[in-house]
């Protein structure tokens, strides 16, 4: 079946930092791409998406690229803030999932002042 | 934005008892769904329900557990018994209409530990 992967598990930077959070996918289908970020206490809430090849998403400063060929979606942002501190889940929907959306385990980013 | 509410937010019971999970969805969502998630791991879909149906469920989505939103009002997780696999975090979410293109809001979760 479908599913992500994404390799950090934590990830520790000072502010100003520049952000990498791998993200790659599997898909039988053409499925689009999300980027959710969670707070303490709250639900997941989406960031940005991106539904075609090539097709960049992006919100507060964090961006990444639908990639078919690599199979990836991976997030970047060039200066992290201590508010950016928070889990990131990538996740992927499609027709052939009934659009329910699959997520990757999160990523824990810590940001230090 | 618009918010999900859930209720309660923590859930301690006994093995075997049963237990309702409650969802206060978006006001005008029409699709409904609840994810699990165990500590450590990712999110995973149980069960998306719309116009008093379950349309899919998944493998995770056992006999014991059922859905229903009656008369427009909570939209509700019960399961009955409990089991020990069952202690997790259970997210409800809704959107308007289904597909990629139209967002899911989650809810804060409802954190569900049985003894």
């Known amino acids: 079946g479908d599913s992500v992967t994404q390799t950090e598990g934590q990830v520790a930077l000072s502010e100003e930092d520049f952000l990498t959070i791998h993200c790659n996918y599997s898909?039988?289908?053409?499925?689009?791409l999300f980027w959710y970020v969670q707070y303490p206490g709250e639900g997941p809430q989406l960031l940005f998406r991106a539904s075609r090849d090539k097709e960049k998403g992006s919100s507060r400063g964090f961006e990444a690229t639908y990639d078919k060929g690599t199979t990836s979606f991976h997030l970047r942002k060039a200066s992290v803030q201590e508010s950016d501190s928070a889990v990131y889940y990538c996740?992927?929907?499609?027709?052939?999932?009934?659009?329910?959306?699959?997520f990757g385990k999160g990523t824990h980013l810590h940001v230090l002042p | 934005g618009p918010k999900v509410l859930q209720i309660p937010s923590h859930q301690i019971i006994d093995m075997g008892q049963m237990v309702t999970l409650n969802c206060d969805p978006v006001s005008n969502h029409l699709y409904f769904y609840w994810y699990k998630q165990i500590l450590g791991q990712q999110m995973e879909f149980l069960v998306n329900f719309y116009n008093g149906k379950v349309m899919e469920k998944s493998k995770l989505f056992k006999d014991q557990f059922s859905v229903e939103r009656p008369d427009g009002s909570y939209f509700t997780l019960k399961i009955q018994p409990t089991a020990l696999e069952d202690s997790a975090v259970y997210f409800c979410?809704?959107?308007?209409?289904?597909?990629?293109?139209?967002?899911?809001?989650f809810g804060p979760g409802t954190r569900l530990t049985v003894l």
């Open positions: 996740a992927l929907s499609d027709r052939t999932n009934a659009y329910k959306v699959i």
């Open positions: 898909a039988s289908g053409y499925p689009t």
């Open positions: 979410a809704s959107s308007s209409r289904l597909g990629a293109s139209y967002e899911q809001y």
